[in-house]
Each structure stands twice: as structure tokens, then as C-alpha cells.
Nanobody
Framework: QVQLVESGGGLVQAGGSQRLSCAPS????????MGWFRQAPGKEREFVAV????????YYADSVKGRFTISRDNAKDTLYLQMSNLRPEDTAVYYC?????????????????WGQGTQVTVSS
């Protein structure tokens, strides 16, 4: 069992930047593939970015490619999402999630552990 806690959300102006962090507790962080997902009001939760256990492989949703960067520090047991050039449509609750499934995946069903979410609001 792993518990995840996100931090770093808040209000930011369009074009600005923000960094989210996710700190797990419990089993070893490095044994999990980690992902970021988001959910806007009235919409389904969607994939944002994923990073492999070693950090060597990363995938992004087309909507954030070139603007967001996912990273992890296995020595510090922390996952990050650096968001730049933010747009109003990035407004959502952002969740970090952990998957023990083999490989790396953007499939929400592969993620068994979820944080409580952190709100990111981008004003125009």
C-alpha cells in the first residue's frame, strides 16, 4: 500500500508557471511507474504525463507536450510536474498516481494508488 500527497497547486495567471510535487509513503517509491492526471469540472479524469521507474522514459498528453515536464527523484521519493506557459484550459484538479503494473502506461485503469488531488487554477 502506498499513500500519495500532492502539493503546489494554486492560482496562477495565464502564461505563468507552477510546479507540483507528490510525496508517497509506504513501499519504495522507485518500484512504481508514476503518472499525473487531471480532472476539470464536468469532465472525466484525463492523462497528463507518465514517467518510468528509473525516470528514463516519459510520455505526455498532446495538450501539454512542450509545456509540462514530469520528473522524479528516487533518492528523495518525490514526483514533480513542472508546468509552464499555463493556459486557462489547464485549470483542473491534478492527481498523482502510482502503478505497479509492468512497463509504463497512460491507462488510468493501471493506476491503483491515487493522491487526494491539488487544485490548479489558471486565470486569463
Amino acid at each position: 500500500q502506498v499513500q500519495l500527497v500532492e502539493s503546489g497547486g494554486g492560482l496562477v495567471q495565464a502564461g505563468g508557471s507552477q510546479r507540483l510535487s507528490c510525496a508517497p509513503s509506504g513501499r519504495s517509491f522507485s518500484t512504481y511507474c508514476m503518472g499525473w492526471f487531471r480532472q476539470a469540472p464536468g469532465k472525466e479524469r484525463e492523462f497528463v504525463a507518465v514517467i518510468s521507474r528509473s525516470g528514463s522514459t516519459k510520455y505526455y498528453a498532446d495538450s501539454v507536450k512542450g509545456r509540462f515536464t514530469i520528473s522524479r527523484d528516487n533518492a528523495k521519493d518525490t514526483l514533480y510536474l513542472q508546468m509552464s506557459n499555463l493556459r486557462p484550459e489547464d485549470t483542473a484538479v491534478y492527481y498523482c498516481a502510482a502503478s505497479s503494473s509492468p512497463g509504463i502506461s497512460d491507462d488510468i485503469k493501471k493506476y491503483a494508488y491515487w493522491g487526494q488531488g491539488t487544485q490548479v487554477t489558471v486565470s486569463s
